[in-house]
C-alpha cells in the first residue's frame, strides 16, 4: 500500500484515469434536504479529500466479489476513519481484511455525498464527504468471515448499498446494470430519483 496522496499501483502519482460519474441519487433521503449522493468510478484514482470511510473490495477471478456480515446485511468490509488519514485508515482495514498490510491498493471509486446545507445534526464535513472503494492491486484471500459471491447473486442481495454501482462497473465488462436497480438505498431508503450515467 502506498502512502502518498493516490495510495495506487506505485508507477507515478497520476491517476491512470480520471474518475467518472456513473450514477447519482438525488434527492438523497438519507442526507440532510438538498443532498444527493453521486458514484465516481475508475480505475487508478488519486483519492479524495474529506474521507469519512473507506472501504476494500476482494476479488476471485471476474465473476466473484467477497462480502461480510452486518447489521445491516452483506457489505464490503469498510472502517469508519473517525479522523484517521485515509491511508491509516486502509491499512487498519487491511490489517483486518487480509492481512497485507503492505499490499499496494488502488482506489477504483468513490460515492461522494454532497450536503449544501449540513444543519447542526450532521455529522459529515459538508458540502463534500466521500467513501472510497480499494482494490487490492494482486488477487488476495480474506481473513476474516465472509462469502465470496458471483456478481449476479450480489445484485440481488447488495444493490441497495451505495458502493454497488463501482463495484457492478468494475466486476461487468460489459457496462450494463445487473438486476435489482430499483432495489432501496442505504438499508431502507427508496430513492425516488435515481440516474444511472
Same mark, same amino acid.
Given at each position: 500500500m502506498r502512502t502518498s496522496d493516490s495510495m495506487s499501483s506505485g508507477k507515478e502519482d497520476v491517476p491512470s484515469r480520471a474518475p467518472r460519474l456513473i450514477g447519482v441519487v #438525488?434527492?438523497?433521503p438519507w442526507l440532510p434536504r438538498g443532498g444527493r449522493a453521486e458514484a465516481w468510478a475508475g480505475d487508478d484514482l488519486v483519492v479524495p479529500d474529506p474521507c469519512i470511510l473507506v472501504r476494500i473490495l476482494l476479488t476471485r477471478g471476474e465473476r466473484r466479489l467477497f462480502l461480510v456480515e452486518t447489521?445491516? &446485511?452483506p457489505d464490503l468490509p469498510s472502517l469508519r476513519l473517525d479522523g484517521a488519514t485515509p491511508? #491509516?485508515?486502509l491499512r487498519r482495514l487491511a490489517a483486518r481484511t487480509h492481512g497485507e498490510v503492505d499490499a499496494v491498493h488502488r482506489c477504483i471509486g468513490w460515492i461522494r455525498n454532497v450536503v449544501p446545507v449540513p444543519g447542526s445534526d450532521y455529522p459529515h464535513p459538508a458540502p463534500y464527504a466521500y467513501v472510497p472503494v480499494f482494490e487490492p492491486l494482486a488477487p488476495l484471500p480474506p481473513t476474516v468471515s465472509g462469502a465470496w459471491v458471483d456478481i449476479d447473486a450480489a445484485a440481488d442481495r447488495v444493490a441497495d448499498r451505495h458502493w454497488w454501482l463501482i463495484v457492478a462497473r468494475r466486476l461487468n465488462a460489459e457496462g450494463r446494470l445487473p438486476r &435489482? &436497480?430499483?432495489a432501496l438505498l442505504? &438499508?431502507?431508503?427508496r430513492a425516488p430519483a435515481r440516474r444511472l450515467l
Open positions: #438525488d434527492p438523497a447489521e445491516r &446485511g491511508a #491509516d485508515g &435489482g &436497480g430499483s442505504n &438499508g431502507g431508503y
